[in-house]
């Protein structure tokens, strides 16, 4: 990771008051954030109350780019991609990709909204988001295609949702995460690591964009940027360099509890948070490629993956 001085930030909350700020650059079919999400979840819990979270979308297919010449054989790479990730993240994926996200735009725009209606919308709204991708394999890539996979989302208003994702505020906070995505700060330029993704920055068409993910993180102590795929130690370090007078330890909380707060856990999940490997006996397993995935009762009731598994079984008329 790399870090500069506080006495070179010239930026809210890094200005000796003691804030803390930790910028989330993020895409909802993103694979490498899909698989950091056990660390992430921790690291807001950990931080929360005292430190300004904050999520941007780098929407990382959008809506002008070209075409695949052959959207089977694309998908069939992709889904390779996305399973060779998972190597390295154990997160789960589907047992088949049906197709590539024609663009990642509309699930952002819906997880932006989903911020207006607090904090537990809008974590409930993006894992539904990235589910449709990493669990089902169908992702939500239109406006008709979010609503269908958020629908029955416990604790979010889905018509407001359906509503707001077109409100000119909505999309001109999306049309600012776009640009912000692709003006990396210095740190993220000189960062280089080794491993599957430790590159700080990413070409684009007409430029570059932070690798997704990437957290940043600013206090009293500097600023130091964490791109990539990372462990959980290293963003720790992080907050600590930042923030060096504040007690950042973690600890563990029970399965039951994990499953009430989050709704939906994977094997990392449980393991990160839990520090155990065993899910609560109420937990609805939902099997996929890379292992199951553990959903409270209440998300079991409406989730896309058991709907459809039902659908399928039930019998033709």
């Keep these: 990771m790399t870090s500069v001085r506080p ?3 010239r930026h ?19 694979p490498w954030a899909w698989g950091s999400e056990p660390a992430f979840r921790l690291l807001r819990a950990l931080t929360a109350g005292r430190a300004r979270w904050r999520r941007v979308f780098g929407i990382l297919f959008d809506e ?13 790479w992709y889904g390779r991609y996305i399973t060779d990730i998972a190597r390295h993240t154990r997160a789960p994926y589907a047992h088949r990709l ?30 539904r988001l990235r589910e449709t991708t990493f669990v089902l394999g169908t992702p939500a890539d ?10 029955g989302l416990d604790g979010v208003d889905v018509g407001r949702l359906g509503a707001e994702l077109g409100d000119p505020e909505v999309v001109a906070a999306v049309r600012r995460d776009h640009a912000e995505a692709r003006a990396p700060i210095p740190e993220a330029h000189a960062f280089h690591a080794p491993g599957p993704h430790g590159t700080g920055v990413k070409e684009t068409g007409d430029g570059v964009r932070y690798a997704l993910p990437t957290l940043v993180f600013s206090g009293p ?3 130091v940027a964490a791109p990539g795929w990372r462990s959980l130690p290293e963003y720790l370090a992080a907050l600590r360099t930042v923030a060096p007078r504040r007690p950042w330890e973690t600890a563990p909380i029970g399965p039951g509890e994990a499953l009430a707060r989050y709704r939906s856990l994977t094997g990392p999940d449980l393991s990160l948070l839990t520090g155990g490997t065993t899910p609560p006996p109420a937990a609805v397993r939902v099997d996929t490629a890379g292992g199951p995935l553990w959903l409270h009762p209440d998300e079991a009731a409406t989730h896309p993956a058991l709907i459809a598994a039902a659908e ?5 008329s």
Excluded: I, N
Aim: charged share 30%; with cysteine.
């Design 7 to 9: 006495d070179r930030l």
């Design 12 to 30: 809210p909350g890094a200005d000796g008051d003691g804030a803390v700020e930790v910028v989330e650059y993020t895409d909802p079919a993103c």
């Design 64 to 76: 002008d780019d070209d075409p695949a010449p052959d959207p089977a054989a694309e998908t069939a």
């Design 98 to 127: 049906g197709w590539v996200a024609a663009t990642s735009r509309p699930a952002s725009l819906a997880a932006k909204a989903a911020e207006r209606q607090g904090p537990t919308a809008a974590e409930r709204v993006l894992r």
């Design 142 to 151: 239109t406006a008709e295609r979010v609503r269908s996979a958020v629908t």
């Design 221 to 223: 102590g500097g600023r």
């Design 312 to 316: 399928s079984k039930s019998p033709r």
